[in-house]
């Protein structure tokens, strides 16, 4: 496929999800020509426009929500990356931006992204998946997971994580691609959205120390020193992206709060001990989050014992559903393996990454709320989609039923969360619709067939598989420098 093919297709992927998000908050009546109800982003740049880094006087003229007083002035707590990337839009269009419809974008450029990175995969046979698999899993990202109900109506908490997900996504594919300074790039821009996942940066470390020889095994030996040292150009290439975003954070701290150590939230914790009684990360609140984020499920409301038609409650006490219900297709982490692909080390890279990112969320107050999905478990989805292309059976009916009752929950959570609960007749509405095109779906895909899987076992004298001898990672010991520049993406 052609660079100009390519860019045609993603264009073509971002354009339906745009559309889709669209309608879909048409549908729920969200005015994407008005600021949502939570623009704190959209207000921080105006005042930078007005010369200013305070959001105003408290009282301000709106109410904020997490906000930080400092000398009786309100201060945006968090990172400044959402509201550098909005700045151009709000000093061109003023009152005519909106934070809900650059949500949107946001959204629909991930699904893109997880798109494209699922195909660099397939294209380095690190999976065995066709290109409309991989649209079907990028589909489901975006539309049958709680990225759906978090896409649709702006809010700071939600851009903020959705534009997170970019960056890490960003770090994905370009790791796989070998692009280091794109992919420390990503880094940079997690801790200028949400500095608790720079996690994610776990991914290209071992990767790339891999690449170096770190970690290999070979004639049945593990071997943890390089067998090649990074050139000055690697070492810039790492350093320069992670230190222009640090510079940026750190003065952004200074500037704002007076210390370059403070982010904010220590000013914030200390003026809330009653809300975060064991600070803002803690053990205390391990159990309450696992409940929320695998046990818990909708409620259903009884007017009697003799009550036949029960109502499902999605929006409960704004703590949330389990991942299982808002993205079933989870459910396939906890069956029988039914086989996966050839490289084992990639996977275990992408279940550390995913354990690193899982960690602060397990330990994080508040758990989300007010929410209708699991939303803070949104920075895991990324490496969890691709860990679950990583498995060797095809998107057949188990995948397909799974993938469309994640997308019919998600319809109905972001229908309980922005305006309202579903009527029965929406909701068997919703149930036709994503039957058929999971119907028309399994069709496609039983009309395609599969591409052909890798050849070639693990190898005798090494334990990553055959994709790791085809993109260099084992170059090492052919006198190449792997790592050394980026591979072509698909």
């Known amino acids: 496929m052609t660079r100009l093919r390519r860019r045609l297709v993603d264009l073509a992927v971002f354009a339906v999800a745009l559309a889709l998000l669209a309608m879909l908050a048409g549908i729920f009546e969200i005015d994407s020509g008005k600021l949502s109800g939570s623009p704190h982003y959209v207000w921080q740049v105006q005042s930078w426009l007005d010369g200013h880094f305070d959001l105003g006087p408290s009282p301000g003229p709106q109410v904020v929500d997490d906000k930080i007083t400092v000398n009786g002035h309100y201060y945006l707590m968090y990172p400044p990356l959402p509201s550098l990337l909005m700045l151009p839009f709000v000093w061109l269009m003023g ?36 290109t409309l698999e991989n649209l079907v899993l990028a589909a489901v990202f975006g539309f049958g997971t709680i990225s759906l ?34 992919a420390w790039l990503g880094v940079g821009l997690t801790a200028l959205t949400r500095t608790t996942e720079v996690a994610v940066g776990i991914v290209p470390a071992l990767v790339y120390l891999r690449d170096l020889g770190v970690g290999r095994r070979t004639a049945g030996r593990w071997n943890f020193r390089p067998a090649r040292w990074p050139s000055l150009r690697e070492i810039a290439a790492t350093v320069v992206p992670l230190a ?15 210390s370059v150590t403070s982010t904010g939230y220590d ?14 990360m803690n053990w205390h609140y391990v159990w309450p989050n696992f409940v929320i984020d695998f046990l818990r499920f909708p409620d259903f409301h009884f007017t009697g014992v003799n009550d036949a038609h029960p109502v499902m409650d999605l929006r409960g006490d704004g703590m949330g559903t389990s991942i299982f ?21 990639m996977r275990t890279v992408m279940w550390t990454g995913t354990a690193a990112l899982f960690l602060p969320v397990i330990m994080f107050q508040a758990a989300g709320y007010f929410q209708v999905g699991a939303r803070y478990l949104l920075p895991i989805y990324p490496t969890l989609f691709l860990l679950l292309a990583m498995r060797a059976e095809r998107i057949g009916a188990r995948w397909l039923v799974l993938g469309g009752l994640g997308i019919f929950s998600n319809v109905l959570l972001a229908k309980a969360f922005w305006s309202g609960p579903p009527s029965s ?13 999971c119907v028309l779906a399994y069709w496609l895909l039983a009309l395609t067939g599969r591409t052909p899987a890798p050849t070639g076992g693990d190898g005798p004298a090494t334990d990553d ?9 084992h170059g090492v010991e ?6 050394a520049g980026p591979v072509p993406s698909p």
Not at 425 to 437: E, M, P
Not at 478 to 483: K, M, Q, Y
């Open 267 to 280: 000013i914030h914790t200390a003026n809330d001990v009653r809300v975060f009684p064991y600070g803002l």
């Open 149 to 182: 109900w978090l896409s649709l109506g702006g809010k700071v908490w939600f851009t903020g994580q959705l534009m997170s997900t970019t960056a890490i996504l960003l770090v994905l594919h370009s790791t796989v691609c070998r692009r280091w300074w794109l």
């Open 95 to 130: 009152d005519g931006f909106s934070d809900i419809w650059f949500t949107w974008g946001v959204a629909a450029l991930n699904v893109v992204l997880v798109f494209r990175t699922l195909e660099v995969l397939r294209h380095r046979r690190i999976t065995r998946r066709s």
């Open 465 to 473: 598989g055959p994709a790791a001898h085809r993109d260099g990672l």
């Open 478 to 483: 052919a006198g190449t420098r792997p790592g």
């Open 425 to 437: 007749q929406f909701a068997w509405t919703t149930a036709g619709i994503v039957t058929a095109v």
């Open 244 to 258: 222009i975003c640090g510079a940026i954070l750190l003065a952004r701290n200074k500037l704002y709060f007076g």
């Open 325 to 345: 219900f808002s993205t079933p297709l989870m459910l396939l982490f906890l069956v029988t393996s039914q086989g996966k692909a050839a490289d084992r080390w």
